[in-house]
């Protein structure tokens, strides 16, 4: 059974840095892309980035300069760092990975969500 374990959220002031990581377990044949939504109080999730396996990324325009995502494929992990946190920020972050348990077989995958709150 695929699992997606997430941590890192936190309170943190205007400014501020925090680092969110997400690691995939469980019976994989393989793994594409992953990344974070984050969804704010009474707003839609939105994409915040992604990251294949190759390593193509994506960033939300409101993100761009200040996040950075990355991976480590040896341990099916992927980070978040995130600087130059604005309260606008302030989210329930959810992590996400396309899984295939066998060929062919592929899923989208969601972790619990890690709060992140941005004081100003």
């Known amino acids: 059974q695929v699992q997606l374990v997430e941590s890192g959220g936190g309170l943190v002031q205007a400014g501020g840095s925090l680092r969110l990581s997400c690691a995939a377990s469980g019976s994989m044949f393989g793994i594409d892309d992953m990344g974070w939504y984050r969804q704010a109080p009474g707003k839609q999730r939105e994409l915040v980035a992604s990251?294949?396996?190759?390593?193509?990324?994506n960033y939300a325009d409101s993100v761009k300069g200040r996040f950075t995502i990355s991976r480590d494929n040896a341990k099916n992990t992927r980070y978040l760092q995130m600087n130059s946190l604005k309260p606008e920020d302030t989210a329930v972050y959810y992590c996400y990975a396309d899984i295939a348990t066998e060929p062919s077989t592929w899923m989208r995958y969601w972790g619990t969500g890690t709060s992140v709150t941005v004081s100003s």
């Open positions: 990251i294949t396996t190759g390593g193509s990324t």
